[in-house]
């Protein structure tokens, strides 16, 4: 009887797959990748200044950080941070120390 259950909801659902037309598929898993998250920008921040920090740089408060797309690669995204005590320009590299340069220094 479970063998026969688990054939009857495989065929059940391949059909459905088969009779449901591709672009509505494809779109609402388009719609969901592309639903904007609220708190990416807040979640950016944070996460670059922990790595900043993580490497001894000061970052007294994460105010802003935005993506620098002219200078990042597909496997090492460029973030310009700012704190309440500087400015920095930071590479992630995977699973390696980030690259940090400091752009400004706040009094």
């Known amino acids: 009887?479970?063998?026969?259950?688990?054939f009857l909801v495989r065929d059940i659902?391949?059909?459905?797959?088969?009779?449901?037309?591709?672009p509505l598929l494809v779109g609402n898993v388009a719609l969901a990748a592309g639903t904007p998250d609220?708190?990416?920008?807040?979640?950016?921040?944070?996460?670059?200044a922990d790595h900043i920090r993580e490497?001894?740089?000061?970052c007294d408060r994460a105010e802003e950080a935005h993506h620098d797309a002219s200078l990042s690669k597909p496997d090492?995204?460029?973030w310009i941070l700012?704190?309440?005590n500087a400015v920095?320009?930071?590479r992630l590299r995977g699973n390696m120390s980030a690259n940090v340069e400091l752009l400004d220094?706040?009094?």
């Open 1 to 6: 009887m479970i063998r026969k259950t688990k």
């Open 13 to 22: 659902v391949g059909a459905w797959l088969a009779l449901t037309p591709l």
């Open 55 to 58: 490497q001894g740089y000061a």
């Open 76 to 78: 090492q995204p460029v």
């Open 105 to 107: 220094s706040k009094p």
């Open 82 to 84: 700012h704190c309440s």
């Open 38 to 48: 609220p708190n990416a920008p807040e979640q950016a921040k944070s996460i670059v």
């Open 88 to 90: 920095y320009r930071v």
